[in-house]
């Protein structure tokens, strides 16, 4: 499975970040650009840490793109919008992915819809057929961008979420805030390596509010293309 699970890790966490520097890019800010961030090259947005805890547990980061919200013509909004570009860019993959792998296992497996669209339903097929092969990527593409997605969003420095509050919360409350992001860092990731199962709590209901979403989209247009 770790044949399938590198590439699909690389390619996922490269979307994410060249997205947040994409849409800083056409809100007026270079530097994600002049730091030559704005590429396909996996290697450019790699963060080691984040990497292996994607490999261990299903979530974590990339090494982030630079930007300077100040050429932003609005900084909390376009803060917000750029935050968001990364999380959505991975529930846009999940949900790009969602029809080869529903399509291959409710049809050639004879899987349920409820089982192929729970993410932590570990569904694997063995052999090397084309597709056995097309359906374990799609699922591990569907299962680690979601969990990319909402673990990002979660409000904690240094994920994207903290940066979201920045458009949410009043200007004061949210720099008191960030005055402990060090600090907030270290114990998240203290609680991460120590007890990860807190962390899939907490994520699970978000989880599977984009589960149920992404099974009504995907399910009547494939009901629709097979005539089910």
């Known amino acids: 499975m770790i044949v399938y699970l590198l590439p699909v890790i690389l390619i996922s ?6 997205s947040h520097g994409y849409c800083s ?17 996996p290697i450019k ?18 090494k982030p793109v630079p930007i300077n919200p100040m050429y932003y013509n609005d900084m909390k909004k376009g803060t917000t919008l750029v935050s968001l570009a990364g999380p959505l860019s991975n529930i846009f993959l999940a949900l790009l992915f969602s029809f080869p792998m529903a399509f291959i296992g409710n049809q050639y497996a004879m899987l349920s819809f409820d ?7 570990l569904i694997f097929f063995r052999g090397f057929d084309f597709l056995v092969i097309l359906f374990n990527l799609s699922r591990l593409f569907y299962i680690i961008n979601i969990n990319l997605a909402v ?10 979420g903290s940066k979201i509050l920045s458009g949410i919360l009043p200007q004061n409350k949210y720099f008191a805030l960030m005055q402990y992001e060090n600090i907030i860092g270290v114990i998240f990731l ?11 709590r907490i994520m699970s209901p978000f989880i599977w509010i984009i589960e149920t ?10 009901k629709l293309i097979t005539g089910a």
Request: charged share 10%; hydrophobic share 55%.
């Open 213 to 222: 979403a992404m099974r009504y989209i995907s399910v009547p247009v494939l």
């Open 45 to 62: 947005h790699l963060d080691i840490l984040g990497t292996i805890m994607i490999l261990i547990s299903g979530f974590g980061w990339a």
């Open 190 to 200: 203290i609680v991460m390596f120590v007890f990860p199962g807190v962390i899939a």
């Open 115 to 121: 089982t192929i669209f729970t993410a932590n339903s």
């Open 25 to 41: 890019y056409k809100l007026g800010d270079p530097t994600a650009k002049n730091a030559g961030r704005l590429t396909l090259n």
């Open 13 to 18: 966490i490269t979307i994410h970040e060249l």
């Open 151 to 160: 673990f990002n969003i979660l409000p904690i420095p240094p994920l994207d």
